[in-house]
């Protein structure tokens, strides 16, 4: 499995932005596919899961201003984040739970900027 993530940029407090990570490969395989993030200095952290279910889990940090979502046509899951903060800049890392329920393929990581 290949992971493509794109969407990041930079963004004034307040603002949104739209994450996408599209996979290739053998996409029937994968359980749930998340999004993480990386502030600097810091660990890395999952924010939101979408589970082959269609199932959603979110961190507390970002519940009620991020979701996730997907697209299985496209083999895409999206990120949608509202209401960004300082405190939102990572970067931001697309991964799937293939082929056992870890999240063991990554794609590239794309850098979000919150400016204050």
């Known amino acids: 499995v290949q992971l493509q993530a794109s969407g990041g940029g930079l963004v004034q407090s307040g603002g949104s932005l739209r994450l996408s990570c599209t996979a290739s490969?053998?996409?029937?395989?994968?359980?749930?596919m998340a999004w993480y993030r990386q502030p600097p200095g810091q660990q890395r952290v999952l924010i939101a899961a979408?589970?082959?279910?269609?199932?959603?889990n979110y961190a507390d940090s970002v519940k009620g201003r991020f979701t996730i979502s997907r697209d299985v046509a496209k083999n895409s899951v999206y990120l949608q984040m509202n209401g960004l903060e300082p405190e939102d800049t990572a970067i931001y890392s697309c991964?799937?739970?293939?082929?056992?329920?870890?999240?063991?393929?990554w794609g590239k990581g794309t850098l979000v900027t919150v400016s204050s």
């Open positions: 490969g053998d996409t029937a395989g994968i359980n749930a």
């Open positions: 991964a799937a739970a293939y082929p056992a329920y870890a999240y063991n393929y």
């Open positions: 979408i589970h082959k279910s269609g199932g959603t």
